[in-house]
């Protein structure tokens, strides 16, 4: 149990997948400019992390342990597949739910928060519970991450802000100042 | 190429893009176990040279190792890999006797996880090594538990009975206390947290002292072949 | 002839200044950030994206008329994912300890966007020889950013360089450049500083501009 509070906490703060770990910069930098859709586009990572959590199990737990060489390109190939499986699925059942999510799947396919879990999770040596709590955890704290920067930016929109510095420049350095401010959390866990 | 600018692939039949997708697949894998056959000795060696050499710094006086799983209630000694087991080291000299264990721990650190090595002595029951496989604690601060020899020559002799105590630095008297290290303080209290929960697991599981799992003879073959 | 020499040197060129992939294109973030703690951990990325860059570019840029349209990606992908696993193994084997700092990074490589857009963009629909040379320009520009920023940050946060120190004990490093923020911040000043050359520039072709246009006037 004190376990898995680890995984979920380090995930979530201390390790945080964009601010410590580099990992998903690209819809960081290139989605965050508005709240609303950084914290749909965070549900639709969350989701996707979910199914990569599992899908890295079975493999891991099934078919790698015989070839293990084949780690990084079966992990490409069913996470992609799954991904587009399932959203075709919700295109049928719900076209509501597809309409505010949907359109971003595809692009977190291709994200490195998505395969950086799945090998995360391997050289953990996670089983289920513990993928799933990671998951979660990565997943909660991309959100968070994402809708930070995008209140800032909406923010500084409403700012006189030299020229010079707009554009991905100063989200970089507002990422670096949340960051050094994730850092506050370390030791949150082992201070205790 | 021409039909890049045209909106319509040219059709071509579903049978041929399987076939060039399979066939990619197929050097790919070749390729793959390729590599895969041609790396693995090297990184095999490379990865028991490096478990070596650790437990030859831990349990210090030691020129034999063999891993040992506990299975159905004992200690026993094993050359095979099984998934989750909790291998431990036993420690031997050149007869063949027994000088101790090498136990591998991980815990929650600053940072993140730290995953360490001790050797212990279970007849007058003292850590008497420790080193460090794995962290990523802040540099210049909580990677002192490594870098700072003072610290971890805490480890070089220190008993577990009752269990292994920190102290602001300098106050060390009893043979359970250890020195914090100034401003890493969290660190170093995690390395003693780990020591301390990996103890209490084994504890119950080493056999009495002087019963320890002999030095089986195939493995000191494979081990002078190494 | 001329003008085909001319043109090589201009495809290999444009990756490493102009098109540079991670100062003006800004791609390739991830490896980018977390491995530049250090100069040698850099370098040793950047060989890794230069094996996984060429080979790809070559194998796609050989093969462009059987592979269909319709698979490309797919292909493309199972291609990258064969080259990051032979670099993968090749490192584990060779140099164990930079192996265990990039860690999980070296796999990640795969999910470099700048590595899938080269082949998308150039490899599939020119000559094997220009795919190469694009491949080696793109990822010699990878590796002069990723250089620079491991250099920087190396050198304030730990006072060294490729781990020899600079400056002997007075020195107190700045730790804060070796760990995650200090990659943020460093990459984000750089950044700056082309944004700033880029207006110089504008400025002075407008200058120049501005001054032949009172000549011609006088």
């Not at chain 1, 704290?141 to 500084?156: C, I, K, P, Y």
């Not at chain 3, 003008?3 to 090589?8: K, M, V, Y």
């Not at chain 3, 698979?71 to 199972?78: D, G, K, L, Q, Y």
């Not at chain 3, 320009?137 to 946060?157: P, T, Y």
Request: with cysteine; glycine share 8%.
């Amino acid at each position: 149990m004190d376990n898995l509070v680890w995984i979920f906490i380090s995930s979530l703060l201390i390790n945080n997948f964009v601010l410590a770990y580099f990992l998903g910069l690209c819809p960081f930098l290139g989605v965050s400019n508005s709240l609303e859709t950084s914290f749909r586009l965070g549900l639709a990572t969350i989701f996707v992390l979910l199914i990569t959590a599992l899908c890295s199990w079975f493999l891991n737990t099934y078919v790698l342990i015989y070839a293990p060489y084949l780690r990084l390109i079966s992990f490409i190939v069913v996470i992609a597949s799954t991904v587009q499986f399932i959203e075709m699925l919700i295109k049928k059942l719900s076209p509501a739910l597809f309409r505010a999510m949907g359109i971003f799947l595809p692009l977190i396919t291709t994200n490195c928060a998505i395969l950086g879990l799945a090998i995360f999770a391997t050289n953990r040596g996670y089983g289920l519970i513990e993928g799933i709590v990671f998951a979660l955890g990565a997943g909660i704290g991309f959100t968070l991450a994402m809708v930070l920067l995008a209140g800032l930016r909406e923010e500084s929109e409403l700012s006189d802000i030299p020229k010079l510095i707009q554009g991905i420049a100063m989200n970089l350095i507002i990422a670096g100042i949340l960051s050094m401010a994730f850092m506050g959390f370390a030791g949150l866990f082992s201070a205790v | 190429m021409s039909e890049d600018k045209t909106p319509d692939a040219p059709a071509v039949s579903s049978t041929r893009l399987v076939l060039t997708l399979a066939l990619a697949g197929l050097i790919s894998g070749v390729a793959i176990i390729g590599i895969y056959e041609a790396t693995l000795p090297t990184i095999t060696i490379n990865k028991a040279r490096e478990l070596r050499e650790a437990v030859f710094k831990v349990v210090p006086g030691v020129t034999r190792m063999q891993k040992l799983v506990y299975k159905n209630g004992e200690l026993v000694s094993t050359t095979e890999t099984e998934k989750d087991e909790e291998p431990i080291y036993g420690g031997y000299d050149d007869e063949g006797g027994f000088i101790g264990y090498a136990i591998p721990g991980a815990g929650p650190g600053f940072q993140d996880v730290i995953g360490l090595l001790y050797g212990y002595k279970p007849d007058q029951k003292l850590v008497i090594g420790m080193e460090i496989l794995e962290s990523r604690e802040t540099p210049g601060l909580g990677d002192k538990i490594y870098k700072d020899a003072e610290f971890v020559a805490n480890f070089k002799e220190l008993s577990v009975e009752p269990e292994i105590v920190t102290v602001k630095k300098g106050q060390k008297s009893e043979p359970n206390e250890v020195d914090i290290i100034t401003g890493a303080s969290i660190s170093s209290k995690a390395v003693v947290r780990i020591i301390n929960e990996t103890h209490t697991v084994w504890s119950t599981r080493l056999p009495q002292p002087g019963s320890e799992p002999l030095m089986t003879e195939s493995e000191k073959t494979v081990d002078e072949a190494k | 002839m001329a003008e085909n020499q001319n043109e090589s040197y201009e495809t290999f060129f444009r990756g490493i200044w102009r098109d540079n992939p991670v100062f003006v294109q800004v791609l390739g973030m991830c490896p980018m950030l977390a491995v530049t703690n250090s100069a040698i951990n850099a370098v040793a990325m950047g060989m890794a994206t230069l094996f996984v860059l060429v080979g790809s570019s070559f194998l796609v840029s050989s093969f462009k008329q059987w592979i269909p349209k319709q698979v490309r990606i797919s292909a493309f992908i199972i291609i990258i994912a064969t080259f990051v696993t032979v670099a993968d193994y090749t490192l584990l084997a060779l140099v164990p300890k930079v192996h265990k700092e990039l860690g999980a990074f070296i796999p990640l490589i795969v999910a470099n966007c700048m590595i899938l857009g080269r082949q998308e963009a150039f490899a599939s629909r020119n000559t094997v020889r220009l795919a190469v040379l694009d491949a080696m320009g793109m990822a010699g520009g990878f590796m002069v950013a990723l250089f620079s920023l491991g250099a920087i940050r190396e050198i304030l946060g730990n006072g060294s360089l490729f781990g020899v120190d600079l400056f002997g004990e007075h020195f107190e490093p700045w730790v804060i450049m070796i760990l995650p923020p200090g990659g943020f911040l460093t990459l984000g000043l750089i950044l700056l500083f082309f944004n700033w050359v880029t207006q110089q520039k504008d400025k002075f072709i407008e200058q120049v501009a501005e001054a032949e246009r009172v000549a011609s006037d006088g």
